[in-house]
């Protein structure tokens, strides 16, 4: 079965352009969860979504991010404008439901370089 | 804020020698997860143990969780190479999935 997909894998840009990082989940999964990982700050969870639903999206860290997820396979995280502190690998996950005995499954990520 | 705190932050052994890394947490929890990260990959679920719990293996794996101390326990027996990856604990908070920093570990062939 095909896991989390994520695209780009790469995405190199300069400052002020907008970004846009997509996910497919994996089919089934109810819940959708956007995450960003840095060297400094580990791994953070930005926003998620039940049902294509934003549940909590008290971890987007500005008004330059958001995150939409227009049916229940694909979903995408927008930075826009970007800029160089941006840069970090985001990754998007799912599960069939949410709480606390249930395992995340990621896709492999997008990382980011903002120039 | 992270949850967990992994220790060490980095351990390098030899192939066939056993690894342990540990994780600290502060706020009691119902259960506690293990995920694994290959350079350039995703999180990896590895496995679960509940706060009723004391202990869990799985392969080569085993898990063990004191709630008194806040602190659960990770060893891989008789490494490999391609145990070669960052391990990290993860616990529920706040509706959400809360990871500590995670250990690296190398195992050298």
């Known amino acids: 079965d095909a896991g989390v997909i994520q695209s780009p894998r790469h995405e190199v840009t300069e400052m002020g352009q907008e970004v846009t990082l997509r996910c497919k989940p994996i089919s089934g999964h109810d819940y959708l969860f956007w995450y960003r990982q840095t060297m400094m700050r580990g791994l953070e969870l930005l926003i998620y979504f039940n049902n294509n639903v934003p549940i909590d999206d008290s971890g987007m860290p500005e008004d330059r991010f958001s995150a939409k997820m227009p049916n229940a396979s694909f979903s995408t995280l927008k930075i826009q404008p970007s800029e160089p502190r941006d840069s970090a690998v985001y990754f998007c996950?799912?599960?069939?439901?949410?709480?606390?005995?249930?395992?995340?499954?990621f896709g492999d990520g997008t990382r980011l370089s903002i120039l | 804020s992270q949850q967990g705190e992994e220790d060490p932050q980095a351990l390098s052994i030899q192939e066939g020698e056993n690894a342990t890394m540990n994780c600290s947490y502060k706020?009691?929890?119902?259960?506690l997860q293990w995920y694994r990260q290959n350079s350039g990959r995703g999180l990896v679920h590895l496995i679960l143990i509940r706060s009723n719990e004391r202990e869990k293996h799985s392969g080569r794996l085993r898990v063990t969780l004191d709630t008194s101390k806040k602190s659960s326990s990770l060893l891989i027996t008789a490494s490999r190479a391609a145990d070669t990856a960052s391990y990290f604990c993860a616990t529920f908070r706040g509706g959400k999935l809360i990871f500590g920093q995670g250990t690296e570990l190398s195992v050298k062939p």
């Open positions: 996950a799912s599960s069939p439901i949410t709480g606390q005995n249930q395992p995340q499954h």
């Open positions: 706020t009691s929890i119902n259960n």
